[in-house]
Nanobody
Protein backbone atom coordinates (compact mmCIF):
# COMPACT_ATOMS: atom_id res chain seq x y z
CA UNK A 1 0.00 0.00 0.00
CA UNK A 2 1.17 3.54 -0.75
CA UNK A 3 0.33 6.34 1.67
CA UNK A 4 0.13 10.03 0.85
CA UNK A 5 -0.20 12.46 3.75
CA UNK A 6 -1.48 15.98 3.21
CA UNK A 7 -3.08 18.91 5.00
CA UNK A 8 -0.13 20.37 6.84
CA UNK A 9 0.61 24.05 6.92
CA UNK A 10 1.42 27.12 8.97
CA UNK A 11 -1.10 27.93 11.68
CA UNK A 12 -1.21 29.93 14.89
CA UNK A 13 -1.47 28.68 18.45
CA UNK A 14 -5.02 27.61 19.18
CA UNK A 15 -5.92 26.97 15.57
CA UNK A 16 -7.21 23.70 14.13
CA UNK A 17 -6.00 21.61 11.23
CA UNK A 18 -7.03 18.32 9.65
CA UNK A 19 -4.48 15.99 8.16
CA UNK A 20 -5.41 13.36 5.61
CA UNK A 21 -3.65 10.20 4.54
CA UNK A 22 -4.82 8.70 1.27
CA UNK A 23 -4.04 5.06 0.60
CA UNK A 24 -3.59 3.48 -2.80
CA UNK A 25 -2.60 0.08 -4.04
CA UNK A 26 -4.58 -1.84 -1.44
CA UNK A 27 -7.69 -1.20 0.57
CA UNK A 28 -7.12 0.68 3.80
CA UNK A 29 -9.53 -1.56 5.70
CA UNK A 30 -6.92 -4.33 5.93
CA UNK A 31 -4.56 -2.18 7.99
CA UNK A 32 -4.49 -0.72 11.44
CA UNK A 33 -3.30 2.85 11.12
CA UNK A 34 -1.28 5.33 13.09
CA UNK A 35 0.03 8.87 13.08
CA UNK A 36 3.52 9.72 14.22
CA UNK A 37 5.43 12.99 14.25
CA UNK A 38 8.99 14.17 14.30
CA UNK A 39 9.95 17.60 15.53
CA UNK A 40 13.24 19.22 14.49
CA UNK A 41 16.13 17.62 16.33
CA UNK A 42 13.91 15.07 18.04
CA UNK A 43 13.09 11.41 17.57
CA UNK A 44 9.90 10.30 15.87
CA UNK A 45 7.08 9.89 18.38
CA UNK A 46 3.70 8.24 18.46
CA UNK A 47 0.65 10.47 18.17
CA UNK A 48 -2.44 8.31 17.66
CA UNK A 49 -3.58 4.92 16.40
CA UNK A 50 -6.82 3.39 15.19
CA UNK A 51 -7.95 -0.18 14.72
CA UNK A 52 -8.98 -1.74 11.41
CA UNK A 53 -12.66 -1.08 12.00
CA UNK A 54 -12.14 2.30 13.59
CA UNK A 55 -13.89 1.23 16.77
CA UNK A 56 -10.78 1.53 18.90
CA UNK A 57 -8.38 4.45 19.16
CA UNK A 58 -5.38 5.33 21.29
CA UNK A 59 -3.59 8.63 21.84
CA UNK A 60 -0.37 9.94 23.24
CA UNK A 61 -0.94 11.83 26.47
CA UNK A 62 0.38 15.01 24.86
CA UNK A 63 -2.47 15.13 22.34
CA UNK A 64 -5.30 13.40 24.22
CA UNK A 65 -8.41 15.54 24.22
CA UNK A 66 -7.12 17.76 21.41
CA UNK A 67 -6.51 15.38 18.51
CA UNK A 68 -8.93 12.90 16.96
CA UNK A 69 -7.93 10.07 14.68
CA UNK A 70 -10.53 8.64 12.33
CA UNK A 71 -10.77 6.65 9.16
CA UNK A 72 -13.10 6.33 6.21
CA UNK A 73 -12.45 2.90 4.75
CA UNK A 74 -14.85 3.56 1.89
CA UNK A 75 -12.69 6.52 0.84
CA UNK A 76 -9.45 4.71 1.70
CA UNK A 77 -8.45 7.68 3.84
CA UNK A 78 -7.14 8.24 7.35
CA UNK A 79 -7.59 11.54 9.18
CA UNK A 80 -6.13 13.41 12.10
CA UNK A 81 -8.15 16.30 13.39
CA UNK A 82 -5.97 18.60 15.48
CA UNK A 83 -7.57 21.24 17.69
CA UNK A 84 -6.06 23.76 20.09
CA UNK A 85 -2.70 23.47 18.43
CA UNK A 86 0.36 24.36 20.47
CA UNK A 87 3.83 25.45 19.48
CA UNK A 88 5.11 22.04 20.61
CA UNK A 89 2.91 20.35 18.01
CA UNK A 90 5.22 21.66 15.31
CA UNK A 91 6.57 18.62 13.46
CA UNK A 92 6.46 16.56 10.33
CA UNK A 93 3.48 14.24 10.66
CA UNK A 94 3.59 10.76 9.19
CA UNK A 95 0.83 8.26 8.65
CA UNK A 96 1.62 4.58 8.88
CA UNK A 97 -0.11 1.27 8.21
CA UNK A 98 0.19 -2.04 10.00
CA UNK A 99 -1.06 -5.31 8.52
CA UNK A 100 -0.86 -7.03 11.89
CA UNK A 101 -1.48 -5.40 15.22
CA UNK A 102 -1.40 -1.78 16.22
CA UNK A 103 0.04 0.34 18.97
CA UNK A 104 2.54 3.00 19.93
CA UNK A 105 5.65 1.25 18.64
CA UNK A 106 6.75 2.47 15.21
CA UNK A 107 8.20 -0.97 14.52
CA UNK A 108 4.67 -2.37 14.29
CA UNK A 109 3.96 -0.31 11.20
CA UNK A 110 5.20 -1.57 7.87
CA UNK A 111 4.18 1.18 5.47
CA UNK A 112 4.81 4.90 5.86
CA UNK A 113 3.73 8.03 4.08
CA UNK A 114 6.15 10.79 3.15
CA UNK A 115 5.07 13.19 5.89
CA UNK A 116 3.39 16.56 5.96
CA UNK A 117 4.78 19.56 7.84
CA UNK A 118 2.74 21.29 10.51
CA UNK A 119 4.15 24.53 11.84
CA UNK A 120 2.47 26.24 14.77
CA UNK A 121 3.52 29.80 15.41
CA UNK A 122 3.30 31.17 18.93
Amino acid sequence: VQLQASGGGLVQTGDSLRLSCAASGRTLSTYAMGWFRQAPGKAREFVAAISLSGNSTYYADSVKGRFTISRDNAKNTLYLRMNSLKFDDTAVYYCAASPAGWGVDAAVYTYWGQGTLVTVSS
